[in-house]
Structure formats: C-alpha cells, structure tokens
C-alpha cells in the first residue's frame, strides 16, 4: 500500500513539473488566406493593441524602420509572380516591413523571414521591392493593429495596414489575364504532342479504345521529331495489341536502339524480350 502511495506521489509531482498555462497572448496571431484572381494569397502576422498608448510617432517611432506587427516576421505569400510598383515578386514568401512617417510609409518586401522583428543587419540585397505608400486619415479607429487583402479584382489587390486612424495600402497586379489567355489559346489551338501521347498510353495500358489510342499514337509520334526509346516502347506494344505485328516490331526495334544508346538496361531487355516474343530474334 505505501508502495503505491508513493508512486502516486511521484505522478503527481512529475505533473507538476511539466504541466503549462496557456494565457492569452498579448498581441495575438492572425492569419489571412485570399485568392486575387488566380493566385493565392496568405498573410500571417500579428495584432499588439493600443491599449490607451499613442501610436504613431511613439510606439510606432516616425522615420524608424517598423516590424510591422509584432512577435515573429509578418509575412505574406503568393503561389505566382506578382508586380508591386512595378517591380515582379516571385512566387514565394516575403516578410513586410515598414518605415512610417507622418505622410507616407516605405514599405519594404525582404525575401528572408527567418527574423524575429527587423533584421540585426539589414541587407539591401534582400529587398525583393519597395514601395512609397500614402497615409489615408481613417474616421474608424482600429484598437488593434490590422493587415487584410482589400479591393479585389481580377488583375490585383491592395495590402492594406490599419492601427488607430491611420491607413496605408500597397497595390499588387497579379497574372491572372496573362495565365488565362494562354489556357485559352492553348485549348484553341487544340491538343498538343503530350496530350495526345498521355492519352493513347493511358487508353493501352487500361485495354479501352485500342483504335483510337492507336490513332493518338500515331498523331503523337507524327508531332515529335525524333521520338525518344520510351515512347517508341510504349507505340510498339500498343501496335502488338491492335494486330500490327510487322509495326510493332519495327517500333521495338528502334526502341531498341535508342535504349542501348542511351545505355538504359532495362529497356534494352523489355525490348529483346517483345522482339522475341513477336518471334524477330
């Protein structure tokens, strides 16, 4: 009974020593996710409060450069290249800051966010863009500092910053005519050699429309000027399953040839075995 008494001890102590209390944090995380035309935006930063304290020009010092939140970098990501002021962001993560003033804020794009507030040392080699944003005097006050996605369309956004009355935004173009005018005149243009190639390896290797899959071949290997050992392995065996013996050991044999080449062992035997098989070895 004592024995187990003090094991009980013992679990209740090491519960003590390890157990945590989650407070509240004082300038809490917060995380936009925004689509602007085709493009996915995220921004992730965090809200400290006025609390009663003067903001800009003393918490927020004039002419100093600004983390821009508060704890770890604020950070916004884009899955493409977007253009601010007129300079191209590539697809990727940035960590935002700022240097405000009365009138306007230099806003700053630094392509290294492993820094917890500004950099210890800045480098200007790692300023991916700038820009000169004009303060607007809101009549709404924000008690917590603010970032959003705002004024949406199809070719941009603005990245806005808001805390007290004072708010800031920095226009971004995304590519999103750019990528669908190039869907549009691919699709018109009709399919291309790899599509016509996908789908006739794709209806032989599920035994469907052999026919056809035969026809996307050909169309495929018509395209390609000079069709590379894999593709000449999959044409020869889809030319066995349709009948055309004397085609497809042609094709095996230039299969062949490409592979041993290319010094590919394994294609070498696929194709000696089919050759063998088709009784031309």
């Known amino acids: 009974m004592k024995k187990l008494l003090f094991v009980a001890f013992l679990g209740l102590m090491t519960a003590g020593v390890t157990a945590q209390i989650d407070t509240p944090a004082p300038s809490p995380a917060a995380k936009v996710m925004q689509v602007v035309g085709l493009t996915d935006v995220t921004l992730e930063y965090s809200r400290p409060a006025m609390k009663g304290r003067t903001i800009m020009g003393d918490l927020v010092p004039?002419?100093?450069?600004?983390?821009?939140?508060?704890?770890?970098?604020?950070?916004?990501?884009?899955?493409?290249?977007?253009?601010?002021?007129?300079?191209?962001?590539?697809?990727?993560?940035?960590?935002?800051?700022?240097?405000?003033?009365?009138?306007?804020?230099?806003?700053?794009?630094?392509?290294?966010?492993?820094?917890?507030?500004?950099?210890?040392?800045?480098?200007?080699?790692?300023?991916?863009?700038?820009?000169?944003?004009?303060?607007?005097?809101?009549?709404?006050?924000?008690?917590?500092?603010?970032?959003?996605?705002?004024?949406?369309?199809n070719e941009g956004a603005h990245l806005?910053?808001?805390?007290?009355?004072?708010?800031?935004?920095?226009?971004?173009?995304?590519?999103?005519?750019?990528?669908?005018?190039?869907?549009?005149?691919k699709i018109m243009a009709g399919p291309g050699v790899n599509d016509y190639y996908a789908a006739a390896v794709y209806l032989s290797s599920t035994g469907q429309s052999l026919e056809k899959a035969n026809t996307y071949m050909e169309k495929a290997m018509s395209m390609t000027k000079e069709p590379k050992f894999w593709q000449l392995r999959q044409q020869s065996l889809l030319l066995a399953k349709v009948g055309n013996k004397k085609g497809a050991i042609k094709a095996a044999q230039a299969s062949l040839e490409g592979a041993k080449e290319a010094k590919n062992q394994d294609y070498v035997k696929m194709n000696m075995d089919s050759l063998k098989e088709w009784g031309a070895m």
């Open 160 to 185: 806005t910053m808001q805390w007290d009355k004072t708010y800031v935004a920095v226009p971004f173009n995304v590519p999103a005519n750019e990528t669908v005018m190039a869907q549009i005149d």
């Open 62 to 153: 004039y002419g100093a450069m600004w983390r821009t939140g508060a704890n770890a970098n604020t950070t916004v990501s884009f899955s493409t290249p977007v253009t601010v002021g007129g300079k191209e962001l590539k697809a990727g993560s940035y960590a935002v800051f700022t240097k405000p003033t009365q009138d306007a804020w230099e806003v700053y794009f630094y392509n290294d966010t492993s820094n917890w507030g500004t950099p210890a040392t800045w480098d200007d080699s790692k300023v991916a863009a700038t820009f000169t944003a004009k303060v607007q005097m809101s009549n709404m006050v924000a008690e917590s500092f603010t970032m959003g996605i705002n004024h949406i369309t």
